[in-house]
Structure formats: C-alpha cells, structure tokens
C-alpha cells in the first residue's frame, strides 16, 4: 500500500470541547486558539487503525468503511 506524504493532527472530542469550554470562559475578545494532540503521519494513522481492527470480521470492517464514509461526507457539508 502507498501513502501520501504528510499526515495530521487528531485530539479527542472530549478535550476538543473542554478546549472550547475554556477559551469561552478565559478567552479574549480578538484571540484565536489552536486546539490539537497528536501528529501522526498517514502511515502511523493506517497502521494504527489496522493494528486496532485486526480482529474485526470482513462485515464490522465493511461498516466501519461506511460510517468514516458518512462522516467524512458529514464533515464535508458542514464547512462548504
């Protein structure tokens, strides 16, 4: 399999929004805030993400396709 060069960050929803939260309550007027965690590249991110699956069946993995399908799909209507 090949990868394209790069990767990207990936922080938990639950410190996403706790990140939120704060810049709310102590954040100032005119300031931006960059919430993230870990940077993987795309290859750490797919080895990661087989390691996790490798015992799931060929149908939880047909489901899982699916549903990052959604998501992503989700995601795109949200920011166009």
Do not use: M, W
């Not at 300031?31 to 993987?40: K, P, Q």
């Not at 990661?48 to 899982?64: C, G, V, W, Y």
């Amino acid at each position: 399999p090949g990868f394209i060069p790069g990767g990207l960050n990936l922080v938990d929803v639950r410190d996403a929004a706790r990140g939120l939260v704060l810049a709310l309550e102590r954040g100032r007027v005119g300031e931006r805030y960059l919430l993230g965690d870990h940077n993987l590249t795309y290859a750490e991110l797919f080895a990661s993400l087989a390691e996790k699956h490798a015992d799931e069946t060929p149908e939880q993995i047909e489901r899982l396709e699916r549903d990052c399908e959604a998501l992503h799909h989700s995601g795109n209507d949200v920011h166009a």
